[in-house]
């Protein structure tokens, strides 16, 4: 089945503590994305990557991290995550970037206290 | 950053009735995406749009490409129970990159 995976899918943690959010999808896209959902504001990218070892900034990317090491795989790190990181997050994945963000994966809700 | 302007925020309708919604920005994209979003689950695309002026059908959803390049538009026909959820727009401004901005959402209640 065609996917796209996110773990952990729910995730409370503490001020300053490390995390990394993982995503990975089986479908051999190229194309990989990080997005943010808090109420009133809608999605908002955090991060894209068009390839591996390619990744640039989306619009609200200050207190991540991400790598993309190999195709499948995408992680969102938060070196030292603070309150106003807690949100829903969303992994996408499509085939091409000038095409259609057709996956996404079941999203991540991430509390920071 | 920026964000699309998505009106209305939220609707209640009857079933049967059609439903429409838009998305409007100050500025040009090249891209219109309209996805639906259920409860606890990850955005579903239901429509994608390429060229100014394009009408796109998927069932009984209709999705179109403003003139001016600023607007799109998204149309249910006939609505029934399992149309609720949330409607968000994205545009993409440039082509040949995967950077996309989301409008802010419809959230659709269907009576029965």
């Known amino acids: 089945e065609a996917q796209v995976t996110q773990n952990p899918r729910y995730l409370i943690t503490v001020t300053g503590k490390k995390l990394t959010v993982t995503c990975s999808q089986n479908?051999?896209?190229?194309?990989m994305s990080w997005y943010r959902q808090d109420p009133g504001l809608g999605l908002r990218q955090i991060y894209y990557?068009?390839?591996?070892?390619?990744?640039d900034k989306g619009d609200v990317p200050e207190g991540y991290k991400v790598s993309r090491k190999e195709k499948r795989n995408f992680p969102l790190i938060l070196e030292s995550p603070s309150p106003n990181q807690t949100s829903l997050y969303f992994c996408?994945?499509?085939?091409?970037?000038?095409?259609?963000?057709?996956?996404f994966g079941q999203g991540t809700r991430l509390t920071v206290v | 950053g920026q964000q699309l302007n998505q009106s209305p925020q939220s609707m209640f309708i009857q079933e049967g009735e059609d439903v429409s919604m838009n998305c409007t920005s100050s500025?040009?994209?090249?891209?219109w995406l309209w996805y639906k979003q259920d409860p606890g689950e990850g955005p579903v695309l239901l429509i994608a749009?390429?060229?100014?002026?394009e009408l796109t059908s998927n069932g009984r959803l209709t999705a179109q490409f403003g003139i001016t390049r600023k607007d799109s538009f998204l149309n249910i026909s006939a609505s029934i129970p399992s149309d609720v959820g949330i409607y968000f727009c994205?545009?993409?401004?440039?082509?040949?990159?995967?950077?996309?901005?989301f409008g802010t959402g419809t959230r659709l209640k269907v009576l029965a």
């Open positions: 994205a545009g993409s401004r440039t082509s040949g990159t995967y950077k996309y901005i």
């Open positions: 479908m051999n896209h190229e194309y």
């Open positions: 500025s040009i994209f090249n891209t």
């Open positions: 749009l390429y060229k100014a002026g």
């Open positions: 990557s068009m390839n591996v070892e390619v990744t």
């Open positions: 996408a994945s499509s085939l091409k970037g000038t095409n259609t963000e057709a996956f």
